[in-house]
Structure formats: structure tokens, C-alpha cells
């Protein structure tokens, strides 16, 4: 996949009912990787690339096996997604249908995120599909927070607002609301925090505050704070015209299908486990990764135990271990290493899971193989952002090595949108239109106090200044000359240093005013940092302003 992408704006609608993809546009903050213009063709190669394919899974023809699968996860989408929100699909939608997707923790993320949301749409309409997002809700809620600018447009502030107590460190499946009340007011705090930085750059009120009394409303339906925020942001992009489906990973997790695959996988656990290290180790060469983390981390093996692509936990102790597994006879042991086991024949995955689940336990599939399935059994094209994109380049090597085929290839969505209140501070700081940054004030510092010689005008010293200058120079030079020892080490440091010293203090004047404009820059990079960054939730954003932002990235 190339590097430098576009984005591309769709036209008006053609004469014959199709919408046209325009050429490629980089100047609106979107990355999208391949072009725009390029991404209906995608869609098709990769059902062509697909078609071809002959390989078994579950004991089954995968054309097949996909088949059935698609169909089932369309109309679980469709059942999920019809329980809090209308959606206007055909009323057939099946096995044959076209199916684009995207993937993403159910958070209060930034318009870079919230931008695959929009392609997908916008794509899925140009190409006939229907465009699924998968709501990642086996990931774990690490703060029940949200970063919020406050303060003055001179002097601004980031404070941690939570929307909810702390706790331990559990799936969104799981994390409930704690305090009602904290959760509840939530919206009016957050949105009192950045308001008054929102009147001074003269911006209208954050989304959030219109947003989250739906949010609060969800949470007494779903009595989970991931599904909430997921259903209000829907139901809000319903409103924006958009028209996707979702499910939640546990759900996908707990279809038939994806238990007849996780069959597949247990039975054949040291060979994936085997590929998969072998292709992380590869990965890590090729990128100069040496973190035992990244892109993952590899599967490990402890005797008869292999650890599976798997997170497994119980309902009633909901913190995420990683799942080992080993072969008995002609069953599969899963463990936590700890108190849940559960016993899988391979050919009889469903009912054994089906069963499992029954008794609390989940088994949930981490990123590469949740990727990995949606990708090569449910979908035509899979919309990452940056980092999905990147981990699925091993998912590639692994799938190909594992089935034995090329898998679809997918593309990169991205977006980069900084809050109003950011633009205007680049205006009104106290050094704006000054081209001298912060880095070029330190620099100007460390000339001044290490290389004062080059600022000097002897000519227009008097006579004692420039001889002081002279002397100082001549003293520089020749310590710089000697080549340093252990035995004349300290003797020359401490002579540069006075030789500096005398040099710069007859550049007095020009050392205090840099001083100054080193501070007033340091200021102006503080404040563009904080009212710059691009991770600020979207919900911090105003609404008319977000809303064409992203809108924009389906039409022209």
C-alpha cells in the first residue's frame, strides 16, 4: 500500500443515479491511503481476489463459510442497530451483498477517528455496500476521563473532567456506570470548563453539551457506558444523514460462525502460533521495532500450553488474561491460568462456547485476529486508521503464510482537525506574525552566550571593551587549539567558560532582549501545544463547525 494518500470529494449525483468519485484532495487535514478515486476499484479486486480463493475453513469451502457468515452478521447489525435507531437499507440484504468496514473502541475519540465513521458512509453509498462498524467493545476503558482545554486564550489549561469514578481496569462490554451523578453531569461541566475559551475565539458551544443527555439516556437503557457513548454518536450521525450499521465485537464474538473459527484456530493452535511468531519477528526486522510490544506482543509458549489469539474473562471477575491452551485427547483446554477453564472439541466449537458463555465465561478475539476475520470472511474492505493500518500489515503476513492466500488489501482513514479556539490564538499571541519561534530564540540564546565573538563590532566598542574582547577571543582561540587531556581537561574547560563569559557580557543589551522573546516564545509554543493538539475529543468541537468538516469528506 503507498504512503501518500489523498482525499477524494464525491460529486453531485451522476444522471444515471451513481455517484462519481473526483479527483484526489489534500488540502482539508483527510489522509485517506489509497486515493478516494482508487477505493471503488479496490472494493471490487478484493471480491475478485476473494472469489478466487479455495482454501477450507471449519471444514468447510470458504466461499461458502462466507457466505453464511455475511449474511448472519448483516442481520445481527441490522437487529442491533434498528433497537436505538432507524436505518434505511434495502430490504434484502444477504450473502451477496457488498460489505464495507471499520472498526473502533466505543469512546469520545477526535474527528481523526471519527472520520473513518464518514468514508465509510460516503464510500458505502458510492459503491452500493453497506458500510458495519464494529464497536471494539472487548478493549478496556483505561480512564474515565476526557482532556479539556480551559483557562484564557493567553494563558490555557488542560484538566481531566471525569465522567465517571475509577475503578479497575475492565472491557467496555463490561464497565457500568459508578456514580450516576458524576456521569450525568458530566456534559455540563465539560462543557463549562472549555466555554469560556470557546466565547473568546468567538465559537459557538461545544457538540457536548447537546450530545450527552442522549449519552445519559443510552447508559439507563444499556446500563454500559461504551455501548451508550456508541448509540449516541450513531444516533447523532444518523441525524447528520449518515446511514451504517453497527455490532459490537462481543456480539460478533458470540456468533456461530466466528465460534466455528475459533474452533478452527484451536485445533490448529501450535501452527498459527508458530506463523504468528515467526511473521512478528520478520515484521520487527524489516521496521527497526524493538519494543516486545509492538506491533503485538509475541504468543507465548509455556510447555503444553500455547497462548491463544484470545482474551478470555468471566462475568463475574470481568478483568481481561490472556487465553492458553492445550491439547487433551481430542478437546482443547482454554485457561486464564488461573480459575476459568473451559473445554473445546474443535468440530463442536459452538455448542462448547455457546455452553461456556452460559456460564459467564467470554472469549474475545484481540486485534489482529479480529481483523483478521472481519477481513477475509465479512467484509469487501476494511477502513483503518493509522495504527490498525500499521498492525495489519503483519496481519497480511500472517494470513498469507496461514491460508495460504493474498488477502484483501485494505485502506487508511484519517483525519487531522484542531479546535477554533486554535486558530485564533495563532492571531492574537503575543509574538504573532513574529517568524522567530521558540527553537530559533534557544538557538539566538546559545549563540550570544557560547559565540559572542560573532556578534561583536570591535570598531564600535570602547577602547576597554575591546580590549577585553580581544583578549577574551585570543585566550578562546588558543584553548581550542590545545587538544584536550585528562591532565588539561579542567584547566581548559574553565578558561572557555571565562573567555564566554567575558565575551557575552559586552553583549548585554542584545542577551536581555532575546531573554524576552525566548520566554514570550516559549509562552506562544506552550499555548499552541495545548490549543493545538489534534487528540482533543470531537465532542469538545463546535457542531456546525465538525459537522462540515466531516461531512465534507462525502461530497464535493
Wanted: one cysteine or more; hydrophobic letters at 45%; a neutral charge.
Amino acid at each position: 500500500m503507498s504512503s501518500v494518500g489523498g482525499r477524494g470529494d464525491l460529486a453531485a449525483e451522476a444522471p444515471h443515479g451513481r455517484r462519481k468519485l473526483r479527483a484526489p484532495r489534500e488540502d482539508r487535514g483527510v489522509l485517506i491511503d489509497p486515493a478516494w478515486s482508487e477505493l471503488p476499484a479496490l472494493v471490487a479486486s478484493n471480491q475478485a481476489r476473494r472469489a478466487a480463493w479455495s482454501f477450507e475453513l471449519a471444514g468447510e469451502p470458504i466461499a461458502r463459510f462466507a457466505a453464511a457468515a455475511r449474511e448472519q452478521f448483516l442481520r445481527d447489525a441490522r437487529a442491533y442497530t434498528s433497537a436505538y435507531r432507524d436505518v434505511a437499507l434495502p430490504a434484502s440484504i444477504g450473502a451477496s451483498t457488498r460489505v464495507l468496514l471499520a472498526g473502533h473502541q466505543p469512546e469520545l475519540f477526535h474527528p481523526g477517528v471519527w472520520a473513518k465513521n464518514f468514508a465509510l458512509d460516503a464510500l458505502a453509498g458510492a459503491t452500493f455496500s453497506i458500510g458495519v462498524n464494529i464497536l471494539i467493545d472487548g478493549d478496556t476503558l483505561k480512564s474515565p476521563s476526557l482532556r479539556v482545554p480551559s483557562g484564557s486564550l493567553a494563558q490555557p489549561l488542560v484538566e481531566a473532567i471525569p465522567f465517571d469514578l475509577a475503578c479497575e481496569e475492565i472491557p467496555y462490554e463490561e464497565r457500568g456506570v459508578q456514580d450516576a451523578a458524576l456521569f450525568g453531569s458530566f456534559g455540563d461541566r465539560a462543557t463549562a470548563a472549555i466555554q469560556p475559551l470557546l466565547a473568546e475565539s468567538q465559537s459557538g458551544p461545544p457538540l457536548l453539551g447537546s450530545f450527552w443527555p442522549d449519552v445519559v439516556a443510552q447508559a439507563a437503557a444499556t446500563r454500559r457506558i461504551g455501548a451508550a457513548i456508541a448509540r449516541a454518536r450513531h444516533r447523532l450521525e444518523g441525524s447528520w444523514g449518515l446511514n451504517t450499521l453497527e455490532l459490537p465485537q462481543s456480539a460478533l464474538c458470540d456468533s456461530p460462525h466466528f465460534r466455528r473459527f475459533v474452533g478452527h484456530l484451536a485445533g490448529d493452535l501450535a501452527r498459527f502460533v508458530a506463523i504468528h511468531n515467526a511473521e512478528l519477528a520478520a515484521f520487527r526486522r524489516r521496521e527497526g521495532v524493538r519494543s516486545a510490544n509492538h506491533p503485538v506482543p509475541e504468543l507465548a509458549a509455556d510447555g503444553e500450553w500455547l497462548e491463544a489469539p484470545f482474551w478470555i474473562w468471566t462475568a463475574d471477575a470481568p478483568r481481561r488474561r490472556h487465553a492458553f491452551a492445550r491439547s487433551v485427547g481430542d478437546e482443547v483446554e482454554f485457561t486464564d491460568r488461573g480459575a476459568v477453564t473451559l473445554r473445546v472439541r474443535p468440530a463442536a466449537a459452538v455448542d462448547a462456547l455457546e455452553e461456556a458463555a452460559r456460564r459467564g465465561i467470554k472469549l474475545r478475539s484481540r486485534a489482529l485476529i479480529t481483523t483478521m476475520y472481519a477481513r477475509l470472511v465479512l467484509g469487501d474492505l476494511f477502513l483503518h486508521g493509522i495504527g490498525g493500518g500499521k498492525y495489519d500489515e503483519l496481519t497480511d503476513a500472517v494470513a498469507r503464510r496461514y491460508f495460504g492466500v493474498e488477502p484483501p488489501e485494505f485502506a487508511v482513514v484519517t483525519a487531522t482537525r484542531r479546535l477554533p479556539l486554535a486558530r485564533v490564538a495563532a492571531k492574537s499571541t503575543p509574538l504573532a506574525g513574529n517568524p522567530v519561534d521558540e527553537a530559533t530564540a534557544r538557538r539566538r540564546l546559545w549563540e550570544l552566550q557560547y559565540h559572542a565573538e560573532r556578534f561583536l563590532d570591535l570598531a564600535a566598542l570602547a577602547p576597554a571593551a575591546a580590549e577585553q574582547a580581544r583578549s577574551a577571543i585570543a585566550a578562546k582561540a588558543h584553548w581550542l587549539a590545545v587538544e584536550p587531556t585528562r591532565e588539561n581537561g579542567k584547566t581548559r574547560c574553565h578558561a572557555l567558560r571565562e573567555a564566554n563569559a567575558a565575551l557575552a557580557s559586552l553583549l548585554e543589551p542584545q542577551l536581555r532582549k532575546w531573554r524576552e522573546i525566548h520566554a514570550q516564545t516559549k509562552v506562544e509554543a506552550r499555548t499552541g501545544e495545548l490549543l493545538g493538539s489534534r487528540e482533543y475529543s470531537a465532542w469538545l468541537f463546535p457542531e456546525q463547525d465538525l459537522r462540515n468538516f466531516l461531512l465534507d469528506i462525502g461530497r464535493h
